[in-house]
């Protein structure tokens, strides 16, 4: 039996199903809360095109476009043809794919709903049936409502054609970006930062960048949240039975002592996974890596070679490039946002010295800085003067655990006599390299590859990492409240600072999220997903 409304109203079997929102009259338009529909492949002619809906009125729309009595078994694809609902003409032959709830899916678990109405009545008990109805199906689908797919041939006419019939269809609308997933989460089948990776998914552009998406829709996150959760529970059942019950009744001994231990042990881990600092981030929106050095060193002929693209003029003038130059490119399966600047030297006109303060400027953000040279000329005072103010600096730090990481890279290694190399022990350690032969150019992808990891951290391996500042704000947030956790004061000031860290955690997951920081989430998906 169809669920929505036709599962609702009894109808003679001699009378006409009306079906086209246009012609359609009475009960039929009163399906209760809105059916999306929308293509959910990409735009454009393909082989095939998915189209889908999510909502109560699924069964119905799949209905009237197959003009099938009974629904096609769930789950599985079947060959169907599609036809407009009221002209009745044929749009294409289809898989139709349709994915009831479990609780009244008669394939699954032969129920079967069937509910006689009086008209009279209808607008007071319908909204009531129909919520329970709705309560108990659904579940078995992306959205956690009926749901319904469509595989049309990919032509736009086709596809055209199935998306008007569907929106002659009584309860159904086009979705809007992101409304799918939005579902999902309001039905409780992704969480928060499930609904970001599956995002990420959809925008990975890297390997990288891929497989931390993946551990992030797979809820590794969500889990290790929960997991921190259930630890902060428990330390308030037990703080809150010690204020209700006091220290004379039958408690346990050393309760108080073992929620100090975890909630310090909680302290230890969530320190930790903070001092990831952005490697989930810079994994996510690319590592900055910043290429500076002296006029001349051949700083734009390594970025057109690493970017493989023109991406800026080599000439042999000094001070040809002034404004810093951006270009998103996969190093080693890593996003990096690789920057061309100006080549910094004292001295030169008005607009290359802005060219060099922006340069400078560049620096200070970089991840990762390829300090460029020219090996055939390092005793120039461009040289030295990097040597000493940009160099010397970041070598002197290099302990630091946040600090920029510098390869420092001799050029032009062609231009040197076998007979007089440039490495010097005066150096601090470099890789000598040609943008002109390539020689050396191994070597450089090698050790980016290795600083690449350190910046953005291996989502293959370890815990998984925090791929955005809210989830640094919540997972901050909770630690400051753990910092206020102090038994040997007030119990119920105690309990107050675990509540807040608990919150701290499901707003991390979704649970209490406020509006507008769903719309920003949601935004970043298409139409169809
Ligand atoms: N022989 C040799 N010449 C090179 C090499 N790399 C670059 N050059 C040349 O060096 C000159 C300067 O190269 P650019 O890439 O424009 O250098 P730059 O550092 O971007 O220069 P500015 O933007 O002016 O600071 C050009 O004539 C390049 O062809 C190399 O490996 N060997
Ligand atoms: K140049
Ligand atoms: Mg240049």
Redesign the pocket.
Known sequence: MWRGLSALVTRPASAPLRLCARCSTGAESLVPGSTIFALSSGQGRCAIAVIRTSGPASGLALRSLTALREPPPARSACLRLLRHPCSGEPLDRSLVLWFPGEGSDPGAHGVCVRVSVNLHQSARVLPIVLTMLFAIQGPQSFTGEDCMELHVHGGPAVVSGVLQALGSVPGLRPAKAGEFTRRAFAHGKLSLTEVEGLADLIHAETEAQRRQALRQLDGELSQLCQGWAKTLTKALAHVEAYIDFGEDDNLEEGVLEQVDRDVRALEVALSSHLRDARRGQRLRSGANVV?A????????????LLSQKPV???????????DILETPVDLAGFPVLLS??????EGAGAVEQEGVRRARQRLEQADIILG?L?A?DLASSSSCSFLDTVVAPLVAQSHDSGRQRLLLLL?????LSANAPASSTALPPHLL?????G?GMDALLQALKTELAAVCGDPSTGPPLLTRARHQYHLQGCLDALGRFQLTTDLALAAEALRQARRQLSHLTGGGGTEEILDLIFQDFCVGK
């Open positions: 290429v050095g002296p006029p001349n060193a051949g700083k734009s002929s390594l970025v057109n800026s003029i080599v000439s042999p003038e000094p001070g040809t490039t002034r061309d600047t100006a080549g910094l030297r460029m020219d055939s050029n032009k290694s062609d231009l390299l040609s943008c002109h032969t020689a």
